[in-house]
């Protein structure tokens, strides 16, 4: 079956430190990849998003690289600060048998920046 | 902040009971997406609106119904409530069915299942 994985353990650095967080999938071939933070309570919020013919996109302070064939993409924060802490979530499109595509998502890692 | 908007906030319900959660999209988009979020994980795709039908579904059972309106708002309904169903509901609106667009996520509504 389809699966994707995020790290669920925390990942804690400390502020200025580049931040590395990891998704990979297997058994499919997504089109297309987002990412998105998540803060306790409130809904996510959309970061970036990475085609399968995009091998790296940037935004700022944040990196995301796209690898179809390890089936993995890395998101970086480089600089990372106290208000980076939060959940980041990756989603990729996946067929859904009951019509058409649909944003499947992992389970999120926390990321804890210490001052 | 997105302008997606949610009601009630926060809901207890008993089992087996019904609840009507609402949904208001950000201005221009025709779409609406609802997910549901267990403590802990990612969102779940329950199911999608496009210009009031229904666009897709994920594996949830018929119990769990929506509505899009002309004005492109929504509504997802839980009938014969379980325990397991307590959890953050999320709607989120795009301007287009299309997936390769951002989904602009609404707070959620909190709901808990005694």
């Known amino acids: 079956s389809q699966k994707i994985e995020q790290n669920s353990e925390a990942l804690n650095i400390q502020e200025g430190k580049t931040a590395t967080l990891t998704c990979n999938y297997t058994?499919?071939?997504?089109?297309?990849l987002q990412w998105y933070r998540q803060d306790p309570g409130r809904g996510p919020v959309f970061l970036l998003l990475i085609r399968e013919n995009e091998k790296e996109k940037r935004k700022e302070r944040l990196k995301v690289t796209f690898d179809t064939t390890l089936k993995q993409s890395l998101f970086h924060i480089t600089a990372s600060q106290p208000a980076d802490s939060a959940t980041y979530l990756c989603a990729l499109d996946i067929m859904n048998n009951n019509a058409g595509n649909m944003l499947t998502f992992g389970g999120g890692t926390r990321l804890m920046v210490k001052p | 902040e997105t302008g997606v908007t949610q009601s009630p906030t926060h809901l207890i319900k008993t089992r087996g009971q019904q609840v009507t959660l609402r949904c208001s999209s950000q201005s221009g988009h025709n779409t609406v997406s609802w997910y549901q979020q267990a403590l802990g994980q990612g969102p779940q795709f329950i199911f999608q609106?496009?210009?009031?039908?229904?666009?897709g579904r994920g594996n949830f059972p018929p119990r769990f119904s929506g509505l899009q309106f002309p004005n492109y708002s929504s509504e997802l309904n839980v009938n014969a409530l379980e325990l397991d169903d307590s959890a953050l509901y999320l709607c989120?609106?795009?301007?287009?069915?299309?997936?390769?667009?951002?989904?602009?996520f609404g707070p959620g509504t909190r709901l808990t299942v005694t």
């Open positions: 989120a609106s795009s301007p287009t069915s299309a997936l390769t667009y951002e989904q602009y």
């Open positions: 609106y496009y210009r009031e039908e229904e666009n």
């Open positions: 058994n499919y071939s997504p089109a297309y």
